[in-house]
């Protein structure tokens, strides 16, 4: 059974950044694409960005394009999201999430998924 778990969130004013990490367990991290996601309150759970099992390409919503990095370490099974140029709009729950095979949008088709990390974004 596969295992995640965020950090890295909090608050921070706009035009600052954080780096948010997933830490996995329990299955053997290269075999999965993996995915950002993020919720606002009211709102559905959106795709964010997604890199492939080893990390070889990777996707992103429009919105963050260019200013969120997505990564992997497959060593230390680390996925990351590099957040740059935050801004209010960016306020959200962020989760991290797993699945076998190809990287995907839809969140509905990743099988795994973390707790979740606060990010606060200050105008």
């Known amino acids: 059974q596969v295992q995640l778990v965020e950090s890295g969130g909090g608050l921070v004013q706009a035009g600052g950044s954080l780096r948010l990490s997933c830490a996995a367990s329990?299955?053997?991290?290269?075999?999965?694409?993996m995915g950002w996601f993020r919720q606002a309150s009211g709102k559905e759970r959106e795709f964010v960005a997604a890199?492939?099992?080893?990390?070889?390409?990777?996707y992103y919503a429009d919105s963050v394009t260019g200013r969120f990095t997505i990564a992997r370490d497959n060593t230390n099974n680390t996925p990351s999201l590099q957040m740059n140029s935050l801004r209010p709009e960016d306020t959200a729950f962020y989760y991290c999430?797993?699945?076998?095979?190809?990287?995907?949008?839809?969140?509905?088709?990743?099988?795994?998924w973390g707790q979740g990390t606060q990010v606060t974004v200050s105008s």
């Open positions: 999430a797993a699945r076998q095979g190809i990287m995907v949008t839809t969140p509905t088709l990743y099988d795994y």
């Open positions: 329990g299955g053997t991290f290269s075999s999965y694409a």
């Open positions: 890199v492939t099992r080893r990390g070889s390409s990777a």
